[in-house]
């Protein structure tokens, strides 16, 4: 632990000056080192690691091929996915229909949009399509199914592909190259 040494300090010396003896403290740091580790033991068994999260996705199978009716195109509500964090979208209307494209950031903006176009349509009814493009990145698919999540879109496809008539609008109406 700690020792205190009393030799070697004192006495009468050559000068003839009397000294007094000094005492020197010496502290042993071999008990706070283990107190340490036991400190690191134990905070590294208690921490609780966060697990990652992740969403489910539900596709379909492919083995099975259902013959569903056409989904009116006034239902629809179509999102392109763009660059610079920016989506583009058409509702109610094809890309052949000349419609009006509007454009959105993701987060609020683009939640209401989704909201707003929701509510123009039966529940069991509104779907979304998205269509990423070759501008946008992982992480603006990720926030697109994330704000399907937090507004409740039971139905929602996405799509790979684009239309001809859709690469024409994107190039004309939002000057983008796709």
Do not use: C, W
């Amino acid at each position: 632990m700690a020792e205190i040494n009393t030799g070697g300090g004192g006495g009468k010396h050559d000068g003839g000056k009397v000294r007094s003896k000094k005492a020197s403290t010496r502290v042993d740091m071999t008990p706070m080192v283990d107190l340490g580790f036991l400190l690191i033991t134990f905070f590294i068994l208690a921490t609780t690691l966060s697990k990652p999260s992740s969403m489910t996705l539900n596709v379909p199978d492919k083995t099975k091929t259902e013959e569903t009716e056409p989904i009116k195109a006034s239902n629809v509500m179509t999102i392109f996915l763009g660059k610079d964090n920016k989506a583009h979208y058409i509702f109610g209307k094809a890309a052949n229909e000349d419609p009006e494209v509007k454009t959105v950031s993701y987060g609020y903006d683009f939640r209401q949009a989704i909201q707003e176009n929701a509510r123009k349509v039966a529940a069991d009814k509104f779907v979304v399509v998205i269509k990423p493009t070759k501008l946008s990145t992982y992480k603006n698919m990720v926030d697109v199914l994330d704000e399907m999540a937090i507004t409740k879109t039971k139905r929602y496809a996405l799509v790979d592909q684009l239309t001809p008539d859709e690469k024409k609008m994107l190039k004309d109406k939002v000057k983008i190259d796709v």
